[in-house]
């Protein structure tokens, strides 16, 4: 009985020890937001940092404190009628333990309020080249983007570098929640609510887009991406958007359709679509779509005709002809 | 109707053997509630066979007996309506509760235990992570407290009975039949509510969630919050009233001021979650739109009325937990609270905050700045007394005669890992990292620290240390301990890693993921110290069964201890007390033994 304070101690070095590996093994490692790659996120992080050292602080000396009285006035086989100084109370030691969390609290609260226009506030749009207004719809269980030039994408995002991005955000079913951990905090998006974030991608790259709030029995593959791209880039893919909708027929299946019906048309929450005769009937194919029938929603409901058009046709030529069915839909 | 007790003294029937004769003849159990500190208000209120109550009445064979269908083994405890009888058939059925909730998280971690993994996807994982949560709040933490509170302040007040023993009874089976219910829900058409525990509208709609599930959800939480609310009326006018002569509020044991604090917090919040739960329903069944916002409703008032109750919640599930611990550690301290005044206020001050910070739980709705500053600050706030508390059991310790027995284990593992659920709540409080940590594995991580490291061990601190006087049998000490460092160190495994599986990004409630990496491990990690976590539990439930015939029989106080409920038998008899002493302080059976001594010295 005597040794397990020594148990605890030796324990807790373990556990700080794993952490500290876990901590070099890979960035972070978990010890903080993953690393900012957008002023706000960074912003957000430095709050995070400044709550770490002052609770780390406290979490040192309350820990510490307990398993040094734990150790030093353990019982040490005195018996049980043996009693410790009977001390009720000490009013200068109360308000002390009181008033320095409130201080603390103080410098947090303050902090927090210091950084916080940086990070709600979109940035005026006299940044260079202005900023870039891109709709987000959340759905059952996709995310669908409208560009300023009124092309569309699927789960994928594609923004230029270095320019500030505004998002509106709509949900036209439940509630999702837009969240690109290395792009800032998260966002509910609410049926019936227009929220708004935005972000400045500072590195080209992929970013993962999660969707942070249940949203139904597909919540766990509601993900996508941010693609960020030089400039230049970012004009050829909207050019690439207006001149053709195949891009955007393939996304379409493959973040609507697929998360359902499997990624070859070979079934899974929803029937098979490989080889169904239903599928030849456009008129028909494109109400299911619109209004949704028996467990599937209506997920087309917001989609113009073209974005409609090009998924029946993608979904004429590459899955009604497919094997389907041999292959599990990863 | 009330009769007149008699005045001055204690009433004969108090002070002459009421307690095991009564009992042996199979007596209703509880007939009387105990005096006030004023004999001229005291009022002998029976419960049972009104009128045929007096003095003489209740001497000897004159004594009215029960039914003989009702004195049967099985059917003493159907018909029950005696406290400590009540209190143990919550505590044993939310433990039954916390198996099954158990299992199924055990089911949830072995489906994340690995990258997609494809033992329980989808539907199924929905379900499951939806029942456990409502299962591990409702049906385990509220509860076994509210089991706590029946069996433990009738006998710390000094009080025959509580104050309205049938309205106690109802209490516990309209609990035992919502977590009936909920369970049910699995046979239903189109399987278990899917929408988490907290249900959000509009995805808990009719047209997102069809079948029964969620409307069996509903009627389940009706009923719970039906048994809460009586019960918590119960515990108000039994603390209020019944109290024995001599016991001021400073003076109360700091569990039963838990309790008054959790049941008023039961009351005010309640009706919150009764009414979101009826325009639900009305919104399912009857074709109203408060919650869908294509009609005209809104989504966000679901989580104001859910969040109103939901945080309250947190410290009906918590403060009373506080009470078990700040009962404990003084006793295997063998030193009093550290500033009684300070611990007993601070409660009060954590519950009138604790109504005033639902909204930080919707920070990332996209509420106006102002309002998500308000509840920052607010939020903020109630760390001052819970950090009040923490200093407050530290400083009991501190030069103390400290013995490891199980619950005092239990009590240090609850300081430990609650200071950690209690420091991670202010990185979500501070909205702006709130938008990073919310709805993640963070949330998760925080939340089982407050629950399950908070609240789940202060009550196995509490079943260890109340067993005996409930069974008059000690749970095994050894056994204990590997209970505990087997709990604690799953604990840990389970629930560290998952903060930072949050800080990298994994949101809550998802089936599956696809990263692979620090990500698996973690994960891994987690899994395997869920089932150290069972394999205590095993352990648990090994020492309950050998113990159940060959336990060292307690005395009346094995702990030596402080409070009243020590000074009666264990298991105390039917009425509790014989006689009581004039309450002179927070520790009577502290200030008996050294009367005992003195008077032995003489």
């Known amino acids: ?330 | 109707m009330a009769v007149k007790g008699l005045s001055g003294e204690w009433p004969r029937w108090m002070t002459r053997g009421t307690g095991r004769e009564a009992r042996k003849q199979g007596a209703p159990i509880s007939r009387h509630t105990g005096a006030t500190e004023d004999a001229a208000s005291r009022r002998v209120t029976p419960v049972r066979r009104p009128g045929s109550l007096s003095g003489q009445a209740l001497d000897g064979e004159a004594y009215p007996a029960q039914p003989q269908w009702t004195r049967g083994r099985v059917a003493g405890w159907l018909t029950t309506v005696d406290h400590k009888r009540i209190g143990i058939l919550y505590i044993l059925t939310s433990l039954g509760f916390f198996a099954a909730g158990g299992i199924i998280a055990l089911l949830m971690r072995s489906q994340l235990a690995t990258p997609n993994e494809h033992f329980l996807t989808k539907d199924s994982y929905n379900g499951a992570l939806t029942i456990h949560g409502t299962t591990m709040v409702f049906l385990v933490v509220v509860p076994i407290l509210a089991g706590f509170g029946n069996f433990l302040v009738p006998l710390m007040i000094g009080a025959r009975d509580m104050a309205f023993p049938r309205l106690n009874a109802l209490s516990y089976w309209l609990f035992l039949f919502g977590g009936v219910i909920l369970y049910a829900s699995f046979f239903a058409k189109h399987g278990p509510a899917r929408c988490g525990w907290t249900c959000y509208a509009p995805l808990s709609e009719i047209a997102y969630s069809p079948g029964h599930g969620v409307d069996l959800w509903i009627l389940s939480l009706h009923l719970l919050t039906l048994a809460s609310l009586a019960g918590a009326i119960n515990f108000l006018v039994t603390i209020h009233n019944l109290r024995a002569r001599g016991m001021g509020w400073m003076r109360l044991p700091l569990f039963v001021w838990t309790i008054e604090i959790y049941a008023l917090l039961l009351v005010l919040v309640l009706p919150a979650l009764s009414a979101g739960l009826t325009l639900l329903l009305l919104d399912r069944q009857t074709g109203t739109h408060f919650f869908v916002p294509q009609h005209g409703g809104s989504a966000v008032l679901w989580q104001h009325v859910f969040w109103f109750f939901g945080h309250p919640e947190v410290y009906i599930m918590v403060l009373p937990a506080m009470g078990i611990v700040s009962e404990i550690i003084p006793v295997f301290a063998r030193k009093p609270i550290f500033g009684y005044k300070a611990v007993a206020f601070s409660t009060v001050a954590i519950a009138f905050l604790s109504m005033l910070v639902w909204a930080h739980h919707m920070f990332a709705v996209g509420l106006p700045w102002g309002l998500n500053a308000f509840f920052m600050v607010s939020s903020m706030a109630i760390a001052v007394p819970t950090g009040v508390k923490i200093f407050n059991w530290l400083a009991t310790t501190w030069r103390g005669n400290l013995i490891f027995d199980p619950p005092m284990l239990f009590a240090l593992g609850f300081i430990a890992l609650f200071t950690m659920g209690g420091l991670s709540g202010i990185f979500l409080a501070a909205f702006p990292v709130d938008w990073q940590v919310t709805d993640t594995y963070y949330v998760v991580a925080h939340l089982h620290y407050v629950l399950f490291g908070g609240s789940m061990f202060a009550i196995f601190a509490g079943l260890y240390y109340w067993w005996p006087k409930m069974f008059g049998r000690l749970l095994d000490g050894r056994l204990g301990k590997a209970h505990f460092w087997l709990m604690f160190v799953g604990f840990n495994m389970t629930f560290l890693p998952q903060h930072m599986l949050g800080l990298m990004g994994m949101e809550r409630r998802i089936y599956t993921y696809r990263e692979h990496g620090l990500w698996e491990w973690y994960n891994l990690v987690s899994s395997i110290g869920s089932g150290i976590m069972a394999v205590g539990m095993l352990v648990f439930l090994a020492n309950v069964v050998v113990t159940s015939r060959r336990g060292v029989r307690a005395g009346n106080d094995p702990w030596l201890a402080d409070t009243l409920e020590w000074y009666t038998t264990s298991p105390p008899p039917a009425g509790n007390f014989d006689s009581l002493p004039y309450i002179t302080s927070a520790r009577p059976l502290r200030d008996l033994r050294r009367r005992l001594q003195d008077a032995n010295a003489l």
């Not at chain 1, 029995?217 to 400039?231: C, D």
Request: hydrophobic share 45%.
């Open chain 1, 1 to 330: 009985m005597r040794r397990k304070p020594f148990v605890a101690t030796i324990l807790l070095v373990l556990v700080c020890a794993l952490a500290l590996a876990g901590a070099a093994l890979a960035g972070t490692g978990g010890f903080a937001p993953p690393t900012p790659r957008s002023p706000n996120a960074q912003r957000t992080n430095d709050a995070y940092y400044l709550i770490l050292a002052f609770t780390g602080a406290i979490f040192l000396l309350v820990e510490t404190a307990l398993v040094v009285f734990v150790i030093r006035f353990r019982s040490r086989g005195r018996p049980r009628t043996v009693e410790g100084p009977q001390i009720r109370g000490h009013t200068r030691l109360e308000i002390i333990w009181t008033a320095i969390p409130v201080v603390i609290l103080a410098a947090i609260t303050g902090f927090v309020f210091y950084k916080l226009p940086g990070i709600k506030n979109v940035p005026a749009a006299n940044a260079a080249g202005g900023r870039i207004e891109i709709g987000v719809e959340a759905h059952q269980f996709y995310w669908q983007f409208r560009y300023p030039d009124g092309s569309t994408s699927v789960d994928e995002l594609t923004v230029p570098v270095d320019r500030n991005v505004h998002l509106t955000l709509t949900s036209p079913d439940v509630a999702h929640s837009w969240w690109v951990p290395s792009l800032g905090g998260k966002i509910d998006v609410i049926p019936g609510r227009t929220n708004h974030t935005w972000f400045r991608a500072q590195q080209n790259g992929v970013y993962r887009i999660r969707c942070a709030e249940l949203c139904g029995i597909q919540h766990a593959v509601m993900l996508g991406f941010v693609r960020v791209v030089p400039q230049s880039d970012y004009a050829s893919f909207l050019g690439a958007r207006h001149a053709k909708t195949a891009d955007l027929a393939r996304e379409t299946y493959q973040g609507v359709c697929a998360k359902c019906h499997g990624f070859k048309g070979e079934g899974g929450i929803g029937p098979k679509l490989a080889g169904s005769a239903g599928l030849n009937d456009r008129t028909a194919l494109a109400k299911t779509i619109r209004n949704g029938i028996g467990m599937m929603p209506p997920v087309g409901r917001t989609w113009d005709s073209r974005q409609l058009n090009a998924v029946i046709t993608y979904l004429q030529k590459h899955v009604a002809s497919s094997a389907g069915g041999a292959a599990g839909g990863g």
